[in-house]
């Protein structure tokens, strides 16, 4: 496991979309989207129909990728966006979905 450094802009938060966000290429569309913009992390269905990721990367990437979360994929009808700055030493190197 690596570890941020102090002198890194990086930017970890605890994502969870709602709506119709299950069922419409979400996970494999948001994998995209996350390596086009170079973060790493995680996204995952949860059981309860929502869609949970873990951002981690520089803040205006990340903000970016808040941003498209709005939307989602075409199919998506994404009614809500939560966000929560996570501390960790963490570091992802890529984006996955699991």
């Known amino acids: 496991m690596k570890h941020l450094s102090s002198s890194l802009e990086h930017e ?15 996970r494999a ?8 913009l170079k973060l790493g992390g995680w996204v995952r269905n949860l059981a ?9 990367g520089p803040h205006d990437a990340v903000d970016q ?6 939307q989602g994929p075409p199919l998506a ?13 963490r570091l992802y190197e890529r984006f996955e979905q699991i």
């Not at 309860?48 to 981690?56: I, S, Y």
Request: net charge neutral; aromatic share 6%.
């Open 12 to 26: 970890t938060l605890s994502v969870f979309i709602e709506g119709k966000v299950q069922g419409v290429g979400f």
């Open 29 to 36: 569309a948001t994998v995209r989207r996350a390596h086009q």
């Open 48 to 56: 309860d129909g929502r869609v949970e990721a873990l951002l981690q």
């Open 65 to 70: 990728m808040l941003s498209w979360l709005l």
């Open 77 to 89: 009808r994404v009614a809500r966006v939560s966000h929560d700055e996570v501390q960790t030493e």
